[in-house]
Each structure stands twice: as structure tokens, then as C-alpha cells.
């Protein structure tokens, strides 16, 4: 693991090249994006919402979303329909901030724990990256026939274009770092369905990728008493950026200076008392979208967070390396390092974009390790 004074000697040598970002990513990827954003808008690749029911049928398969050349790595095409959980798949909607119609999809497992049985499911809240639908992310992620096997309830909110052209979640608005923008609206999604289903509100966890990590990891710091864990994959560091040119730079260079530092310390002053969150991050070393340096200093921050101190455990893996740190005996942070992966769910379905099917598997990793943490 990165020694502290090292990665921050890094981070300081990480300049800005704001302008140039920005400048090469719309010169490259102003066509391709544009028409991925009419794509998106279409009514046809999400199913028109519905209010929730027990009799709500299963989510069809999707095609895979355009990408953009350049950007993301072409996916191969699907050989087979990919394979569908057996359990419920309901779907409902609620209004953001805005008054924009915000959807969101449920899944519930027909396996239900002995404990489960009796003081409900455990709840996994999913947010998907730019260019991705909540359904494209469940199927892409397969992240239902996880939840099915170990028995979880997964909410996946949808982005609408009304409110981003790309679906994209707003991480790097400062009001929204701070617990606002579509915070709320998804908040609310979670205790309505907190309250129509049996779910155990001591094991409610936030997780995403990209855009969805950052949401995912806002959600859980301003909110520590309700999320007991967090997982992160090919997400932004936390805190900064504050506005769309300012985003590009976090992704490519992370937080200049010490502002990854500032904002935990931010977090720990806005919340006395802070409980801690357990994390689980991933991160391909081949991702040049949201680049390696944004896991470095999400480990800074949540050792800050966790007050962790002293090296990781470190374990090499075929295609990873693990790197954990405890307190005591009890895993606080995992850190999964993967080789060669570019900016895709880590054991994910390639049929669909910003998948690898090569391991680790991250939907099974994070459930298993979220059923390490619950709130009192």
C-alpha cells in the first residue's frame, strides 16, 4: 500500500490540466456523446415506470447502450439473453427536487435468510455510471443473482436525461456533496421501500460505479447512521471537482492539493460523533476515464474516516491484489486493485457496456463484505 507521505508528495505533483481535458474530450467525443444522448432519451431502452407491485414482472433483458469512441472500450455483443434472478422486480417512481419523475427498480429474492425471516432483508441501494440505465446496470453487474443467493434487496434510482443528458449523477456539485441535489429524492425512494417491505434498517448500503460511486459514497457520509458500508468501484475521490469542468480534472488527476484531506475533515466536523463507514473499493489499473489516483486518495480519506492507522494486510490475488485494514480484528476497508481492467464492473456481463467478465467478481466481493457490517 501507498505510504501516506508518499501518495501525498503524488498528489501535490498531480497539476491541473483543466482546460486541455476538457478541451481534447469535447473535441474527441462531442459527436459520439451527442448521439448517445438522443439514444438515451428514447423511451425504449428503460420500461415506462409503474407503480409497485407484487405482480410486476421480471426486467427484460436490454440491448447494450452506444458508447462513446475514445472514452470507453468497445463491449462485445450479447451470444445469449444474460440470465435473469427468480425473484420479484418491481418498479415505482418519485419526484426529485426538480419535479422531474426520478424511477427506481426494485429487486427482491425469493431466498430469505433464517435471519432475514425475521427481521428483514438487508438493502443494497445501486447507482449507475453516465451512459447507463438502472436495468442495463443490474443485468451488467448481475448484481440480482448475487442478491438472490445471499439474500438482499437491491434499489436501483435512475438518473432521467430531464435532469442529465448522460444520466450522469451530479457527485462534484458542492450542494450535492453536502447533502443536497438528488440526495433527498433518493432517500425518500429508500424509506418507502423501507416501509412497504420487510427490511432490516441496521443493514442499508450504498454502492456504484463511476458517477454512482460518487453518489453512492455522498449518500453514506452525510447520512453515516443509516448506511452501515459502502462500496465504491471506478469512483472520484469525494469532495471535490464543483463543477462540470472542474469533474474532468478530478477524474483524470484527482483532488489537487489537500483537498481530499479538507473534505473528510468537512465530513467529520458537519457529523460529531461520526460512526465511521466501512468501504470497499475497486479500481482497474488500465482505467484512464477515472484514473487510479482517485482509489489512492479514497483511501485517504476513508482511513481518516475509519481513524486507521498502521499498513494494510496485503494479498495477492490471480488478476488483483487485496489490500485491507483493520481495527482489531474487524475489516474496515478492502481495497481491490484489479490488473489491466479499464473502466468497467470488475466480473461483470460484457454484454452489456462497462462490464469485464474477468474477476474478481465485485458483486460478490461487496456482498459479502457489507454482511460483515451492520448500525447498532
Known amino acids: 500500500m501507498v505510504k501516506s507521505g508518499k501518495l501525498l508528495r503524488s498528489l501535490i505533483r498531480a497539476g491541473t490540466r483543466t482546460a486541455k481535458l476538457f478541451a481534447d474530450a469535447t473535441a474527441a467525443n462531442t459527436k459520439a456523446a451527442n ?91 445501486m447507482l449507475h455510471g453516465c451512459q447507463q440505465t438502472a436495468t442495463q446496470f443490474a443485468q451488467g453487474s448481475r448484481m440480482n443473482l448475487w442478491a438472490e443467493k445471499l439474500g438482499y434487496a437491491v434499489l436501483y434510482p435512475q438518473q432521467p436525461v430531464s435532469a442529465h443528458p448522460h444520466r450522469c449523477w451530479k457527485w462534484y456539485d458542492r450542494a450535492t456533496q453536502e447533502g443536497g441535489g438528488d440526495v433527498a429524492t433518493i432517500l425518500a425512494m429508500i424509506h418507502k421501500v423501507s416501509t412497504l417491505h420487510a427490511i432490516d434498517r441496521s443493514r442499508i448500503y450504498a454502492a456504484g460505479i463511476s458517477a454512482g460511486a460518487g453518489m453512492a459514497n455522498i449518500l453514506a457520509l452525510n447520512n453515516p ?43 467529520l466536523k458537519r457529523h460529531p460523533g461520526f460512526p465511521g463507514m466501512p468501504a470497499i473499493l475497486f479500481q482497474g489499473d488500465s482505467d484512464n476515464v ?7 486518495q479514497l483511501v485517504r480519506q476513508s482511513m481518516l474516516l475509519n481513524h486507521l492507522s498502521g499498513p494494510a494486510k496485503t494479498t495477492r490475488k490471480r488478476h488483483y491484489t487485496l489490500h485491507d485494514f483493520f481495527d482489531g480484528r474487524k475489516l474496515l476497508l478492502r481495497v481491490a486493485q484489479v490488473d489491466k481492467l ?35
Open 225 to 267: 447512521h443509516l448506511f452501515a458500508a459502502v462500496g465504491l468501484h471506478s469512483g472520484p475521490v469525494f469532495g471535490a471537482g464543483h463543477n462540470p469542468l472542474g469533474a474532468l480534472s478530478v477524474m483524470k488527476n484527482g483532488a489537487l492539493g489537500m483537498r481530499a484531506d479538507l473534505a473528510a475533515h468537512e465530513i
Open 290 to 296: 477515472v484514473r487510479s489516483v482517485n482509489q489512492l
Open 35 to 125: 448521439k448517445a444522448a438522443r439514444a438515451a432519451a428514447k423511451p425504449k431502452p428503460t420500461p415506462k415506470p409503474k407503480r409497485t407491485t407484487t405482480q410486476q414482472p421480471r426486467a427484460k433483458p436490454h440491448p447494450a447502450p452506444l458508447r462513446t469512441p475514445g472514452v470507453f472500450p468497445a463491449m462485445p455483443s450479447a451470444t445469449e439473453p444474460p440470465a435473469v434472478a427468480p425473484g420479484k422486480w418491481l418498479t415505482s417512481y418519485l419526484p426529485n427536487a426538480a419535479g422531474q419523475r426520478m424511477s427506481y427498480w426494485l429487486y427482491l429474492p425469493n431466498n430469505l435468510s433464517e435471519r432475514a425471516a425475521s427481521k428483514g432483508l438487508p438493502l443494497l441501494v
Open 342 to 376: 479499464e473502466h468497467a464492473w470488475s466480473g461483470g456481463d460484457p454484454a452489456f457496456a462497462f462490464n469485464d467478465r474477468a474477476g474478481p467478481n465485485a458483486s460478490k466481493m461487496m456482498l459479502e463484505f457489507f454482511g460483515r457490517h451492520r448500525r447498532a
